[in-house]
T-cell receptor
């Protein structure tokens, strides 16, 4: 099946710093990528949808100036958490979808962010 | 908004038991439905899609009831390795909306 990678797999940073997470589709072209966040014992919450070459669409309640998303190519999307705070500590997961299959999404392994 | 709801459990069952999970969704226009399995600190992995006619994959059976807006997952002959969190997901527009997940613990 299609493979999606994320980097880094975990990161610890100080409050106030910015953290960039990369999501790559390794063997297919991802026209659409999704970013989710999951707090302990909670569901995956969709943060934003990004289409290659256009601005991301953010879900209600997600600050677009805090969570910067760039989807500059068909194989790479990045999420930057700017001025991270302890409450941003979470499990961030991306998924990617090919243009040819509207239904199936392939998930990355996730990035665990801890903000001190 | 609670578009997709699941009983969080946990469901604690012995090996060999049959266990069923239900999930309700609020958007009657939803067209595609899925069950995912998520192990601790891992990404969700697609277990099976759910079709209107119901579908079976080995010990797993998924059903969709559009009239009542719920989907179900039946696991027969539970194995220790089935212990995980099971998430239902509904395709809403272009994005998947997940339930909180139901935790299953199978013991020997």
């Amino acid at each position: 099946g299609a493979v999606v990678s994320q980097h880094p797999s975990w990161v610890i940073c100080k409050s106030g710093t910015s953290v960039k997470i990369e999501c790559r589709s390794l063997d297919f072209q991802a026209t659409t990528m999704f970013w989710y966040r999951q707090f302990p014992k909670q569901s995956l919450m969709l943060m934003a949808t990004s289409n290659e070459g256009s601005k991301a669409t953010y879900e209600q309640g997600v600050e677009k100036d805090k969570f910067l998303i760039n989807h500059a190519s068909l194989t790479l999307s990045t999420l930057t958490v700017t001025s991270a705070h302890p409450e941003d500590s979470s499990f961030y997961i991306c998924s990617a979808r090919e243009a040819s299959d509207y239904n199936e999404q392939f998930f990355g392994p996730g990035t665990r962010l801890t903000v001190l | 908004r609670k578009e997709v709801e699941q009983d969080p459990g946990p469901f604690n069952v012995p090996e060999g038991a049959t266990v069923a999970f239900n999930c309700t969704y609020s958007n009657s226009a939803s067209q595609s439905f899925f069950w995912y399995r998520q192990d601790c600190r891992k990404e969700p992995k697609l277990l099976m899609s759910v079709y209107s006619s119901g579908n079976e994959d080995g010990r797993f059976t998924a059903q969709l009831n559009r009239a009542s807006q719920y989907i179900s997952l039946l696991i027969r002959d539970s194995k220790l390795s089935d212990s995980a969190t099971y998430l239902c997901a509904v395709l809403a527009g272009t994005a998947l909306i997940f339930g909180k997940g139901t935790t299953l613990s199978v013991s020997s």
